[in-house]
T-cell receptor
Framework: GEDVEQSLFLSVREGDSSVINCTYT??????LYWYKQEPGAGLQLLTY?????DMKQDQRLTVLLNKKDKHLSLRIADTQTGDSAIYFC??????????FGKGTMLLVSP | EAQVTQNPRYLITVTGKKLTVTCSQN?????MSWYRQDPGLGLRQIYY???????DKGDVPEGYKVSRKEKRNFPLILESPSPNQTSLYFC????????????FGAGSRLTVL
Protein backbone atom coordinates (compact mmCIF):
# COMPACT_ATOMS: atom_id res chain seq x y z
CA GLY A 1 0.00 0.00 0.00
CA GLU A 2 0.99 3.62 -0.17
CA ASP A 3 2.95 5.19 2.65
CA VAL A 4 3.31 8.67 4.03
CA GLU A 5 6.68 9.69 2.56
CA GLN A 6 9.26 12.02 4.03
CA SER A 7 12.90 12.67 3.30
CA LEU A 8 15.00 11.03 6.02
CA PHE A 9 17.52 13.71 6.80
CA LEU A 10 17.99 17.48 6.61
CA SER A 11 20.97 19.50 7.73
CA VAL A 12 20.89 23.30 8.08
CA ARG A 13 22.90 26.04 9.74
CA GLU A 14 21.58 27.98 12.70
CA GLY A 15 19.59 31.00 11.55
CA ASP A 16 18.64 29.49 8.19
CA SER A 17 15.13 28.34 7.30
CA SER A 18 14.35 24.62 7.27
CA VAL A 19 11.76 23.06 5.01
CA ILE A 20 10.61 19.51 5.65
CA ASN A 21 8.43 17.91 2.99
CA CYS A 22 5.86 15.13 3.14
CA THR A 23 3.54 13.41 0.71
CA TYR A 24 0.49 11.70 2.14
CA THR A 25 -1.75 9.01 0.79
CA UNK A 26 -5.41 9.85 1.09
CA UNK A 27 -7.06 12.90 -0.40
CA UNK A 28 -9.92 12.49 2.07
CA UNK A 29 -7.65 12.98 5.10
CA UNK A 30 -9.36 15.51 7.35
CA UNK A 31 -6.38 16.71 9.35
CA LEU A 32 -2.64 16.59 8.77
CA TYR A 33 -0.12 16.93 11.54
CA TRP A 34 3.48 17.66 12.32
CA TYR A 35 4.96 16.04 15.42
CA LYS A 36 8.44 16.60 16.91
CA GLN A 37 10.47 13.96 18.73
CA GLU A 38 13.50 15.07 20.73
CA PRO A 39 16.12 12.47 21.74
CA GLY A 40 14.83 10.09 24.40
CA ALA A 41 11.37 11.61 24.42
CA GLY A 42 7.90 10.93 23.08
CA LEU A 43 6.26 12.73 20.22
CA GLN A 44 4.91 16.21 20.79
CA LEU A 45 2.41 17.92 18.54
CA LEU A 46 3.93 20.92 16.77
CA THR A 47 0.99 21.96 14.66
CA TYR A 48 -1.83 20.63 12.53
CA UNK A 49 -3.82 21.85 9.57
CA UNK A 50 -7.38 21.18 8.55
CA UNK A 51 -7.75 19.88 5.02
CA UNK A 52 -9.76 22.87 3.81
CA UNK A 53 -6.84 25.21 4.55
CA ASP A 54 -3.86 25.96 2.32
CA MET A 55 -1.58 27.49 4.89
CA LYS A 56 -1.22 27.86 8.62
CA GLN A 57 1.31 30.03 10.41
CA ASP A 58 2.26 29.76 14.07
CA GLN A 59 5.20 31.92 15.16
CA ARG A 60 8.28 30.44 13.42
CA LEU A 61 6.32 27.59 11.87
CA THR A 62 4.54 27.71 8.50
CA VAL A 63 2.59 24.74 7.18
CA LEU A 64 1.67 24.59 3.50
CA LEU A 65 -0.85 22.11 2.15
CA ASN A 66 -1.26 21.25 -1.53
CA LYS A 67 -4.26 18.94 -1.72
CA LYS A 68 -3.98 18.38 -5.45
CA ASP A 69 -0.50 16.92 -5.07
CA LYS A 70 -1.13 15.53 -1.56
CA HIS A 71 1.91 17.44 -0.39
CA LEU A 72 2.49 18.92 3.04
CA SER A 73 5.47 20.99 4.12
CA LEU A 74 6.75 22.45 7.36
CA ARG A 75 8.92 25.54 7.26
CA ILE A 76 10.84 26.55 10.38
CA ALA A 77 12.13 30.11 10.20
CA ASP A 78 15.37 31.14 11.96
CA THR A 79 16.19 27.54 12.86
CA GLN A 80 17.91 27.09 16.23
CA THR A 81 20.04 24.25 17.59
CA GLY A 82 17.12 23.39 19.88
CA ASP A 83 15.10 22.55 16.78
CA SER A 84 17.33 19.54 16.15
CA ALA A 85 14.96 16.57 16.39
CA ILE A 86 13.00 14.07 14.32
CA TYR A 87 9.91 15.50 12.65
CA PHE A 88 6.98 13.29 11.75
CA CYS A 89 4.26 14.03 9.28
CA UNK A 90 0.92 12.25 9.91
CA UNK A 91 -2.48 12.04 8.30
CA UNK A 92 -5.84 11.32 9.89
CA UNK A 93 -7.71 8.69 7.94
CA UNK A 94 -10.66 8.61 10.29
CA UNK A 95 -11.38 9.11 13.95
CA UNK A 96 -8.07 9.23 15.82
CA UNK A 97 -6.18 6.69 13.75
CA UNK A 98 -3.14 8.43 12.38
CA UNK A 99 -0.68 7.14 9.81
CA PHE A 100 2.84 8.45 10.31
CA GLY A 101 5.74 8.95 7.97
CA LYS A 102 9.12 7.49 8.90
CA GLY A 103 10.34 10.83 10.18
CA THR A 104 12.87 13.43 9.04
CA MET A 105 15.92 13.97 11.22
CA LEU A 106 16.76 17.68 11.32
CA LEU A 107 20.31 18.53 12.34
CA VAL A 108 21.04 22.19 13.05
CA SER A 109 24.69 23.15 13.22
CA PRO A 110 26.01 26.34 14.89
CA GLU B 1 -0.83 18.00 34.55
CA ALA B 2 -2.51 16.35 31.55
CA GLN B 3 -0.40 13.39 30.56
CA VAL B 4 -0.03 9.82 29.36
CA THR B 5 2.06 7.71 31.72
CA GLN B 6 3.80 4.52 30.67
CA ASN B 7 5.62 2.00 32.81
CA PRO B 8 8.23 0.68 32.80
CA ARG B 9 10.32 3.18 30.84
CA TYR B 10 13.08 0.61 30.32
CA LEU B 11 12.95 -3.16 30.51
CA ILE B 12 15.30 -5.98 29.60
CA THR B 13 13.72 -9.41 29.59
CA VAL B 14 14.22 -12.88 28.15
CA THR B 15 12.36 -14.74 25.43
CA GLY B 16 9.08 -16.22 26.60
CA LYS B 17 8.72 -14.34 29.88
CA LYS B 18 5.31 -12.65 29.89
CA LEU B 19 5.33 -8.93 30.47
CA THR B 20 2.89 -6.04 30.62
CA VAL B 21 3.54 -2.41 29.76
CA THR B 22 1.02 -0.19 31.50
CA CYS B 23 -0.45 3.00 30.07
CA SER B 24 -2.65 5.46 31.89
CA GLN B 25 -4.10 8.83 30.85
CA ASN B 26 -5.73 11.48 33.04
CA UNK B 27 -7.53 13.44 30.32
CA UNK B 28 -10.72 11.35 30.07
CA UNK B 29 -9.86 10.54 26.45
CA UNK B 30 -11.98 8.00 24.62
CA UNK B 31 -9.29 6.88 22.18
CA MET B 32 -6.06 5.11 23.15
CA SER B 33 -3.44 3.46 20.99
CA TRP B 34 -0.11 1.64 21.08
CA TYR B 35 2.70 2.22 18.57
CA ARG B 36 6.12 0.74 18.17
CA GLN B 37 9.03 2.70 16.75
CA ASP B 38 11.87 0.95 14.96
CA PRO B 39 14.82 2.43 13.03
CA GLY B 40 13.98 2.87 9.37
CA LEU B 41 10.36 1.85 9.92
CA GLY B 42 8.99 4.85 11.75
CA LEU B 43 5.89 4.45 13.92
CA ARG B 44 3.60 1.51 13.39
CA GLN B 45 0.29 1.04 15.17
CA ILE B 46 -0.13 -2.17 17.19
CA TYR B 47 -3.63 -1.88 18.67
CA TYR B 48 -6.11 0.86 19.37
CA UNK B 49 -9.24 1.35 21.42
CA UNK B 50 -12.14 3.67 20.64
CA UNK B 51 -13.62 3.32 24.12
CA UNK B 52 -14.01 0.96 27.09
CA UNK B 53 -14.26 -2.69 26.02
CA UNK B 54 -13.68 -1.74 22.35
CA UNK B 55 -10.29 -2.70 20.91
CA ASP B 56 -9.07 -3.30 17.38
CA LYS B 57 -5.92 -4.39 15.59
CA GLY B 58 -3.56 -1.92 14.03
CA ASP B 59 -0.92 -2.66 11.43
CA VAL B 60 1.34 -4.95 13.49
CA PRO B 61 -0.75 -6.75 16.17
CA GLU B 62 0.94 -10.16 16.05
CA GLY B 63 2.41 -11.20 19.40
CA TYR B 64 0.55 -8.54 21.39
CA LYS B 65 -2.66 -8.32 23.40
CA VAL B 66 -4.46 -5.35 24.91
CA SER B 67 -7.42 -4.73 27.15
CA ARG B 68 -9.56 -1.69 27.95
CA LYS B 69 -11.48 -2.39 31.12
CA GLU B 70 -11.35 1.20 32.32
CA LYS B 71 -11.31 4.39 30.31
CA ARG B 72 -7.99 5.62 31.70
CA ASN B 73 -5.92 2.41 31.29
CA PHE B 74 -4.77 0.55 28.20
CA PRO B 75 -2.10 -2.06 29.02
CA LEU B 76 -0.03 -3.79 26.33
CA ILE B 77 0.61 -7.46 27.03
CA LEU B 78 3.37 -9.57 25.50
CA GLU B 79 2.41 -13.14 26.39
CA SER B 80 5.62 -14.71 25.06
CA PRO B 81 8.07 -12.01 24.03
CA SER B 82 10.54 -12.69 21.24
CA PRO B 83 13.67 -10.76 20.18
CA ASN B 84 11.82 -9.21 17.21
CA GLN B 85 9.67 -7.36 19.74
CA THR B 86 12.70 -5.42 20.91
CA SER B 87 11.57 -1.89 20.22
CA LEU B 88 10.53 1.50 21.58
CA TYR B 89 6.84 1.50 22.46
CA PHE B 90 4.57 4.51 22.72
CA CYS B 91 1.10 4.80 24.15
CA UNK B 92 -1.08 7.69 22.98
CA UNK B 93 -4.57 9.00 23.65
CA UNK B 94 -6.96 11.56 22.19
CA UNK B 95 -10.43 12.93 22.42
CA UNK B 96 -12.75 11.62 19.73
CA UNK B 97 -13.67 15.03 18.42
CA UNK B 98 -12.22 18.04 16.66
CA UNK B 99 -8.68 17.60 15.43
CA UNK B 100 -8.16 14.27 17.25
CA UNK B 101 -4.76 15.39 18.51
CA UNK B 102 -2.80 12.49 19.95
CA UNK B 103 -0.98 12.97 23.26
CA PHE B 104 1.96 10.58 23.59
CA GLY B 105 3.60 8.97 26.57
CA ALA B 106 7.37 9.23 27.03
CA GLY B 107 7.99 5.76 25.64
CA SER B 108 9.01 2.33 26.95
CA ARG B 109 12.23 0.84 25.63
CA LEU B 110 11.98 -2.95 25.64
CA THR B 111 14.83 -5.37 24.97
CA VAL B 112 14.08 -9.07 24.60
CA LEU B 113 17.15 -11.33 24.83
Amino acid sequence: GEDVEQSLFLSVREGDSSVINCTYTDSSSTYLYWYKQEPGAGLQLLTYIFSNMDMKQDQRLTVLLNKKDKHLSLRIADTQTGDSAIYFCAENLGYSTLTFGKGTMLLVSP
Amino acid sequence: EAQVTQNPRYLITVTGKKLTVTCSQNMNHEYMSWYRQDPGLGLRQIYYSMNVEVTDKGDVPEGYKVSRKEKRNFPLILESPSPNQTSLYFCASSRESGANVLTFGAGSRLTVL
